[in-house]
């Protein structure tokens, strides 16, 4: 059974931050970022409000899918820098009230790590998912052993071998949950997050969670694995956290997960909740998906309706047991400055996200605005489709003016991937001296959140006005109205007095409340 604890109690009220280590700072001017250059920067985070930081895979790796091809569990890519530098980070944060969690690959490996080497080359190893038959999907052997191996995305990132739910014996790589490949990397899990944790990680968010156990109608072993795992971390380590990139909170909280996020897929609707918010079709788009205005557009051609149910449905299913994450953007996703979104409707959008009943996730550089950038080159397979490429969410961090925005010492050829050619970029020394700025906006917002807990992640929340304005009370005590678009909004409001908190172009009086285009308002019921 999945503990009725919903985790360690730091996580109630946790402000999370996402980076992409690659992108963040790079302190040797290799043009590619480091620990030490994150660490660097943790007076940045600490200002901002930020007390929870993940940072995408970062262990050995030959990099053919961004470091989600690990070559070692236990050792960092020498690129970001030693074991030492990484302890040294997590020991800087944490004198600064930040907790530091890794990205957990639990699914699949690179096909240069170890433990696939030696599979390669012994047909009794069942560490992966081997046939001896051709099968759809499959991939020859690269070693002696004769045969195909499954792979679970690119063809160089084999699945670990997490059984079937349904096994047959007339398919003998499809073995039962209990095999002993299954056993061993369910333990190699445990060994895995137990170094780490030892080393003073917060914790971890798990690579495409879901994924593990294969043909698995209802995720149903899937779950029970996880809860398995989950009841092991409560007893051996009851400060970590569990995130999950499942895209279904319901479904990943109950499969033993602390949290999970809205994500762009998952769930029975493929991640429309998430897109309704924030996609514009202008970044990163799957060719499949089905999806009408979003709601933080300038025309006002939206609903919040879509998101607000499937987050009532989560937030039922979760409630005393788990967290759902709501994140502005993610390594995989467009950010919100993407295409025709300008830079005055990204405020009520950081006002949303701050005062709705979830964990509110930061994707770096998003506090200052930086934006997708298209047209990019094919960088460590960040190219899915014809029309969703990664590495637009993955520019380097506008740190301050200048040829590198401050990122890098190297010259531009170097760099990871190029820094946005705009003269007009945003940065962050720029906005942290311009208390107007955006940056200080979200900052501002953060500091109204952790003053006021009824406008976290527990307090209640009444929808007033599911349109343009959204308007909302929280704890019966706050009033909330954020218009994304550019024509002003009009909403009756019965009411009575109101003091201002945060407030950008709303006014309340005479039973109305009055919004501006691109505005917001954050204010105490009396």
Not at 155 to 180: H, I, K, M, T
Not at 337 to 349: K, S, V, Y
């Amino acid at each position: 059974m999945t503990s009725p604890r919903p985790g360690p109690d730091w996580l109630a009220d946790a402000v999370l931050y996402q980076i992409y280590p690659q992108s963040f700072a790079d302190s040797d001017g290799d043009g590619i970022g480091d620990f030490a250059g994150i660490a660097a920067h943790l007076d940045h985070l600490a200002w901002l409000g930020v007390d929870t930081v993940w940072l995408n895979p970062c262990f050995a790796s030959p990099f053919r899918d961004a470091g989600y091809d690990v070559a070692d569990y236990l050792a960092p890519a020498p690129r970001y820098g030693g074991t030492e530098d990484l302890v040294a980070l997590v020991e800087a944060a944490r004198r600064k009230g930040i907790r530091i969690l890794l990205d957990l690959v639990a699914g699949h490996t690179s096909d240069r790590h170890p433990w696939f080497l030696a599979a390669a080359e012994d047909p009794a190893d069942h560490r992966y998912i081997w046939s001896d038959q051709r099968v759809d999907g499959f991939v020859a052997s690269p070693g002696s052993r004769p045969g195909w191996y499954r792979p679970n995305f690119f063809d160089c990132q084999p699945a670990l071998n997490f059984g079937y739910a349904r096994p047959s014996s007339g398919e003998p790589w499809r073995q039962p949950v209990d095999a002993e490949g299954p056993r061993a990397n369910r333990a190699a899990l445990c060994d895995i997050m137990a170094h780490w944790l030892g080393l003073g990680l917060a914790g971890f968010r798990v690579d495409m969670a879901s994924s593990l156990v294969k043909d698995d109608p209802g995720l149903v072993e899937t779950a029970k694995l996880w809860t398995g795992l989950r009841g092991w971390l409560d007893r051996a380590h009851p400060q970590a956290a569990l995130f999950a990139e499942w895209g279904d909170p319901a479904a990943a909280v109950a499969a033993g997960f602390h949290a999970d996020f809205f994500l762009q897929f998952g769930g029975a609707d493929h991640g429309l909740p998430l897109r309704s918010l924030w996609n514009n079709g202008a970044g990163t788009v799957e060719e499949f998906w089905q999806q009408g205005p979003c709601y933080f557009e300038a025309e006002g051609r939206g609903t919040p309706q879509v998101f607000l149910d499937a987050w009532r449905a989560a937030a039922e299913a979760t409630e005393g047991v788990g967290h759902i994450a709501l994140p502005t953007a993610n390594h995989d996703f467009s950010r919100l400055a993407t295409g025709p979104r300008t830079d005055e409707q990204l405020a009520a959008a950081f006002a949303f996200l701050f005062t709705w009943p979830t964990l509110p996730a930061v994707y770096y550089g998003d506090e200052i605005g930086m934006r997708y950038l298209p047209g990019l080159p094919d960088v460590e397979g960040s190219v899915l489709g014809p029309r969703y490429n990664r590495a637009g969410s993955r520019t380097p961090m506008q740190w301050e003016p200048g040829p590198a925005a401050g990122f890098s010492s190297a010259p531009p050829e170097r760099l990871y991937l190029p820094v946005d050619p705009d003269p007009r970029r945003p940065d962050a020394l720029s906005q942290r001296a311009d208390p107007t700025s955006l940056l200080h906006t979200v900052q501002r917002l953060i500091a109204l959140r952790r003053a006021h807990p009824g406008l976290g992640a527990s307090g209640g929340v009444e929808v007033r006005h599911a349109g343009y304005p959204l308007v909302y009370t929280r704890a019966g005590r706050y009033l909330v109205a954020v218009n994304p678009r550019r024509e002003p909004g009009v909403v009756r409001l019965e009411h009575g007095g109101v003091r201002p908190l945060e407030v950008r172009g709303v006014r309340v009086a005479d039973g109305e409340l009055r919004a501006d285009g691109f505005s917001y308002g954050v204010f105490e019921l009396s």
